[in-house]
């Protein structure tokens, strides 16, 4: 019997591990084969612009239109990480590049759901919010609204930690540094994206400094 059960546990792993091979590849065929978005170039040329300027410690910068309105630290990130492939494969190591960020947000997704439920659970969120059309569509050609997303998502996992184990992450920097990250990650594709945060801010706060009195 115990036999019989170690089995079907190495089937179920070996069945999931499958599963999540083949949605990766067809999620790198995907990303290497559709279509560029119409601004992708803009914002490739603001992050080489903002990349230049880092490198060469304020002695390069070419004046991209706008450019100085956006910081847009992940336009720099990806403009680094496709440095290092041959350009005439550029936009197909921005669409993979693109991929990978987005698919973060399927994990962090699934991370929200189980803290908030169980890891059955977490697993079909995951897959159902991956294949949503408004969010699968956008995975490899969106450079701006799929970061937005990521870093909102993260953003809320890493609160819901700490809300639900505030001993553990009370005065854990690493903690606070992420969600640092991410915000200004949100921000810099979108000036207004720490408005998007502020329901959740004020959740926060009262939970802090409002429920945790009445409670105690």
Known sequence: SLLKNKNF???????KNFIISIIFIYLVYSALSIGT????????????????????????NEGVLFDKYIPGISYTLTA???????????????HFVNMLISLSAAFGIKGIVKLLFDK???????FIFLFYPAFHGHMAINPKD??????FIWIIYYTLKYLLKSDLYQNNINHLLKISFFLALGSG????????????????????????????
């Not at 594709?189 to 409002?210: D, Q, S």
Request: charged fraction near 10%.
């Open 189 to 216: 594709v979108r000036l207004a994206f720490p408005a998007v945060l502020l329901p959740l801010i004020l959740f926060l706060f009262l939970e802090i400094f409002l429920f945790k009195k009445i409670i105690s």
């Open 80 to 94: 680094f990480i496709i440095s290092i492939f041959p350009k005439t494969f550029e936009f197909e190591a921005l």
């Open 37 to 60: 978005m119409w601004d992708a170039g803009y914002h490739l040329a603001q992050g080489k612009n903002k990349l230049s300027f880092l490198l060469s410690l304020g002695n390069i």
């Open 146 to 151: 799929t970061i937005f997303t990521v870093s």
């Open 9 to 15: 546990i190495v089937n179920q792993v070996t069945i």
């Open 120 to 126: 059955q659970n977490s697993f079909i969120i995951f």
